[in-house]
């Protein structure tokens, strides 16, 4: 299928990627073509790709609200999680050898806690609710004297429950200056919710831009002014010495140029998607009543992100029914939905493992149009028909 020609399909699992803007291209066509200098180089066309970079620093600085100084550049929100929790450790010492996460993570951060179990630290994870919300009472009271990092994502990717990292940062804040660091994985929450990294005492965030219609390959760690940390990659001394690597101009331009297009969108985007979740909830219910909501109703709730469950049929058979109808959706997250297994994710909100093995997500962007959700309904519905005589009990 020539997906780049074919204007029918509906793209409905954008929190997996996103297409890139149209200027996003552009630019990154133009270094490619151009400016593909090392930004390390003395000379001049080094100088142009060293401009390049610094002016796209700025323009993610400006959308998370921060100081360009603070943003350091990486390949990705996988990178970026490791290295705040890697990053943290080292530095702290060993006398810190507690890390606390939520029970929902993303697999980026969860398998680094299982990692860090496996040679010898404390790990806690704090549960949720039933609509994958943590406790923030219950977070801070597992906060000890040798607590080097808590880590808890802003929005989590497959349910799209906001997490109250406000109240969380307040609350460590309490705590003084030997407090932990806090570490927020905002990839799926930047540009889409407002975050306010100083009020919330954010130490160190995460993001990435292939969830925000720049390109793959590149991320950003925000590290907050006076934290030490240690680098994960060594080398050149890229990055003010914490980031060894030459660096993906072509990305980082790109990067840039999406965090400006959100810049000018973001407020008419969420109301636009926080409309269409609505519409879209209502017609799945609609055409199937027995479809489980997971993750919350409205309160809390991210806005481009909808998670259903469809007792009795699996969720990888529903996508590829609807992938017949050129409807693309994920049943989880597309770093780890490729394993057939229920979502712990779905499992750590309280739901049966038949509701996890038939669960599907639903993401959207501003590209995303009233007909696209309309045709997604649709397509639903006839999937669901043509798959009903298969329907059975999955556990």
Same mark, same amino acid.
């Given at each position: 299928m020539d997906l780049s020609i074919d204007s029918s399909l509906v793209y409905m699992d954008n929190s997996s990627t996103t297409r890139p803007f149209p200027e996003v291209n552009e630019a990154m066509n133009s270094v490619y073509a151009r400016q593909f200098g090392n930004p390390s180089s003395l000379h001049? &066309?080094?100088?142009?790709?060293?401009?390049?970079?610094?002016?796209?620093?700025?323009?993610?600085?400006? +959308?998370?609200?921060?100081?360009?100084?603070?943003?350091?550049?990486? =390949?990705?929100?996988?990178?970026?999680?490791?290295?705040?929790?890697?990053?943290? +450790?080292?530095?702290?010492?060993?006398?810190?050898?507690?890390?606390?996460? =939520?029970?929902? $993570?993303?697999?980026?951060?969860?398998?680094? &806690?299982?990692?860090?179990?496996?040679?010898?630290?404390?790990?806690?994870?704090?549960?949720?609710?039933?609509?994958?919300?943590?406790?923030?009472?219950?977070? +801070?009271?597992?906060?000890?004297?040798?607590?080097?990092?808590?880590?808890? &994502?802003?929005?989590?990717? $497959?349910? @799209?429950?906001?997490?109250?990292?406000?109240?969380?940062?307040?609350?460590?804040?309490? +705590? @003084?200056?030997?407090?932990?660091r806090f570490h927020v994985d905002a990839v799926q929450g930047f540009a889409r919710i407002d975050i306010d990294v100083e009020r919330w005492g954010i130490d160190l965030l995460s993001i990435s831009s292939h969830k925000i219609h720049g390109p793959k390959g590149i991320g950003a760690l925000y590290i907050r002014k006076g934290v030490r940390m240690h680098p994960l990659i060594l080398g050149g001394g890229q990055e003010q010495g914490l980031r060894s690597g030459t660096e993906n101009v072509p990305g980082i331009a790109g990067f840039g140029v999406a965090c400006d297009i959100w810049a000018k969108i973001s407020g008419e985007a969420r109301r636009k998607m926080y409309g269409l979740r609505k519409r879209l909830m209502g017609g799945v219910r609609a055409v199937f009543p027995d479809a489980v909501l997971n993750g919350p109703e409205v309160e809390n709730a991210a806005p481009h992100i909808v998670n259903f469950s469809f007792p009795g049929f699996r969720g990888e058979t529903i996508l590829h029914a609807l992938e017949k109808r050129k409807v693309f959706v994920s049943t989880g997250s597309a770093c780890s939905s490729r394993k057939s297994k229920p979502s712990p994710v779905i499992l750590a909100l309280g739901k049966t493992e038949e509701e996890a093995l038939s669960a599907i997500r639903f993401s959207m962007s501003p590209y995303t149009a009233v007909e696209d959700v309309d045709n997604t309904v649709s397509a639903l519905e006839d999937a669901l028909k043509e798959l009903a005589p298969w329907r059975r009990k999955l556990t």
């Amino acid at each position: 299928m020539d997906l780049s020609i074919d204007s029918s399909l509906v793209y409905m699992d954008n929190s997996s990627t996103t297409r890139p803007f149209p200027e996003v291209n552009e630019a990154m066509n133009s270094v490619y073509a151009r400016q593909f200098g090392n930004p390390s180089s003395l000379h001049s &066309m080094g100088y142009e790709a060293e401009k390049l970079v610094s002016k796209a620093r700025k323009s993610v600085a400006n +959308l998370l609200g921060v100081g360009e100084d603070r943003i350091f550049f990486t =390949s990705g929100g996988t990178e970026a999680n490791n290295w705040a929790i890697f990053g943290s +450790l080292r530095s702290a010492g060993s006398k810190y050898n507690h890390v606390i996460a =939520s029970a929902v $993570e993303h697999p980026s951060v969860l398998a680094v &806690m299982e990692y860090l179990k496996q040679i010898g630290y404390r790990v806690s994870l704090a549960p949720v609710d039933r609509e994958g919300r943590v406790d923030p009472a219950q977070v +801070l009271s597992l906060v000890g004297e040798d607590t080097c990092v808590v880590s808890v &994502m802003l929005v989590q990717n $497959e349910v @799209g429950t906001v997490q109250p990292c406000a109240e969380i940062g307040a609350g460590l804040a309490q +705590l @003084g200056p030997r407090r932990p660091r806090f570490h927020v994985d905002a990839v799926q929450g930047f540009a889409r919710i407002d975050i306010d990294v100083e009020r919330w005492g954010i130490d160190l965030l995460s993001i990435s831009s292939h969830k925000i219609h720049g390109p793959k390959g590149i991320g950003a760690l925000y590290i907050r002014k006076g934290v030490r940390m240690h680098p994960l990659i060594l080398g050149g001394g890229q990055e003010q010495g914490l980031r060894s690597g030459t660096e993906n101009v072509p990305g980082i331009a790109g990067f840039g140029v999406a965090c400006d297009i959100w810049a000018k969108i973001s407020g008419e985007a969420r109301r636009k998607m926080y409309g269409l979740r609505k519409r879209l909830m209502g017609g799945v219910r609609a055409v199937f009543p027995d479809a489980v909501l997971n993750g919350p109703e409205v309160e809390n709730a991210a806005p481009h992100i909808v998670n259903f469950s469809f007792p009795g049929f699996r969720g990888e058979t529903i996508l590829h029914a609807l992938e017949k109808r050129k409807v693309f959706v994920s049943t989880g997250s597309a770093c780890s939905s490729r394993k057939s297994k229920p979502s712990p994710v779905i499992l750590a909100l309280g739901k049966t493992e038949e509701e996890a093995l038939s669960a599907i997500r639903f993401s959207m962007s501003p590209y995303t149009a009233v007909e696209d959700v309309d045709n997604t309904v649709s397509a639903l519905e006839d999937a669901l028909k043509e798959l009903a005589p298969w329907r059975r009990k999955l556990t």
